[in-house]
């Protein structure tokens, strides 16, 4: 299940007023849920008999099989992650002592259906595999990108000017740019940063 988890994306989500990052995988032998605020970093994992434990306390008049829960938390999760909300089904989320409970509330086969998922701190190998290592590799790659446009900005006003030297002109002058300057482009784009980022 954690090595499934690794492959979705996160989605941003909101539970009342706060914002958290969420994935989720379900498969028929159970699920993980790892949830953030960025500040901390929660996770469940819980298998069939989890479930099916679970099920018989919060919906004591449904008598269905483990799979069809399981089946029913993904397609009630996967709106939810994708950024759509369906008014049929609510979520709230409370905080308490280093834990995190994750309320659904909806129906299914026309009877009430509820579900809390129980998350505690996630383990700091798993927070650095789902979310450090990836940032950091995605920060990597963002960097070499910069680095590449940045010489290939710079090749690219060499040859206008090559062109401008030998005598070319710009038929239309609005299509006319300022040479690149990398340390004015570098300077406003950190200040920008630091400006969304307060």
């Given at each position: 299940l954690e090595s499934s988890l690794l492959t979705q994306p996160w989605a941003s989500v909101c539970?009342?007023?706060?914002?958290?990052?969420?994935?989720?995988?379900?498969?028929?032998?159970?699920?993980?849920?790892?949830?953030?605020?960025l500040s901390s970093v929660w996770y469940e994992n819980a298998d069939t008999e989890a479930v099916g434990q679970r099920s018989k306390e919060l919906n004591k008049r449904l008598t269905v099989h483990v799979s069809s829960f399981l089946h029913r938390l993904c397609n009630l999760m996967s709106p939810l992650l994708a950024g759509q909300l369906d008014t049929a089904t609510s979520f709230s989320c409370?905080?308490?002592a280093g834990s995190l409970?994750?309320?659904?509330?909806?129906?299914?086969?026309?009877?009430?259906?509820y579900w809390?998922?129980?998350?505690?701190p996630a383990p700091v190998e798993m927070v650095s595999r789902h979310l450090v290592r990836p940032l950091i590799q995605m920060s990597l790659v963002l960097q070499y990108q910069v680095q590449e446009l940045t010489s290939l900005l710079l090749q690219k006003d060499a040859?206008?000017?090559?062109?401008?030297?030998?005598g070319a002109t710009l038929s239309r002058d609005r299509?006319?740019?300022?040479?690149?300057?990398?340390?004015v482009f570098q300077q406003n784009f950190m200040a920008e940063v630091r400006s969304s980022a307060s």
């Open positions: 539970f009342g007023e706060s914002t958290f990052l969420v994935k989720a995988c379900f498969r028929d032998t159970g699920y993980i849920l790892l949830i953030s605020d409370h905080r308490a409970s994750l309320h659904v509330k909806s129906e299914l086969s026309g009877l009430p259906f809390d998922f129980h998350c505690c040859e206008i000017e090559d062109y401008r030297e030998s299509l006319r740019t300022e040479p690149f300057q990398e340390e």
